[in-house]
T-cell receptor, first 113, second 118 residues
């Protein structure tokens, strides 16, 4: 069985500050991990993914995430927040070659000027 | 390449009616998955189709069904609509691999169909 927990349903940062969105997962098989972003009235856009190999993965728009197996975590970071980063972010896990993603409850990121 | 498209974008239906939603995947993608998104339950997996066969199924009642055609386009149907079926329904496609390329595990999402049941 797999599950995802996102710590903090709302995160607020100032423009230019560090963004840290937390994600912990549970998986009985080697996990494939993803971060998606959703803007209002839109679908989900893939930010980055971890499948195998390098544990620090870089994505679009300056985001990156580090897979830490010992901590079962996959936290999303960005060094400097921009107003356009305000959106809802979802962490997701799958068991590999399946079309089923298990999502966390989402974290709404607010960026203050 | 064109992205995942979903039609219609918005629907208003009455309790007891049925509805059919359509999804066209990215060209070359044979796997199509469906998700329901609500404020209370978040994003929940409905089912996945691959090569016209249902490969995975989530924990939804039998009123929710789907199918996939030979061109990989997919439809989902909800019969006997209930107020609680009001949601954003998202379709996603992924590349399942081929002779010279491994599968990729990420899914690409369409804009969704917003269903309102009154």
């Amino acid at each position: 069985a797999q599950s995802v927990t996102q710590l903090g349903s709302h995160v607020s940062v100032s423009e230019g500050a560090l963004v840290l969105l937390r994600c912990n997962y549970s998986s009985s098989v080697p996990p494939y991990l993803f971060w998606y972003v959703q803007y209002p009235n839109q679908g989900l856009q893939l930010l980055l993914k971890y499948t195998t190999g390098a544990t620090l993965v870089k994505g679009i728009n300056g985001f990156e995430a580090e897979f830490k197996k010992s901590e079962t975590s996959f936290h999303l970071t960005k060094p400097s927040a921009h107003m356009s980063d305000a959106a809802e972010y979802f962490c997701a896990v799958s068991g590999g070659n399946t079309g089923k993603l298990i999502f966390g409850q989402g974290t709404t990121l607010q960026v203050k000027p | 390449k064109a992205g995942v498209t979903q039609t219609p974008r918005y629907l208003i239906k009455t309790r007891g009616q049925q509805v059919t939603l359509s999804c066209s995947p990215i060209s070359g993608h044979r796997s199509v998955s469906w998700y329901q998104q609500t404020p209370g339950q978040g994003l929940q997996f409905l089912f996945e189709y691959f090569s016209e066969t249902q490969r995975n199924k989530g924990n939804f009642p039998g009123r929710f069904s789907g199918r996939q055609f030979s061109n990989s386009r997919s439809e989902m149907n909800v019969s006997t609509l209930e107020l609680g079926d009001s949601a954003l329904y998202l379709c996603a496609s992924s590349w399942s691999g081929g002779t010279n390329a491994p599968p990729s595990y990420e899914q690409y999402f369409g804009p969704g169909t917003r269903l309102t049941v009154t």
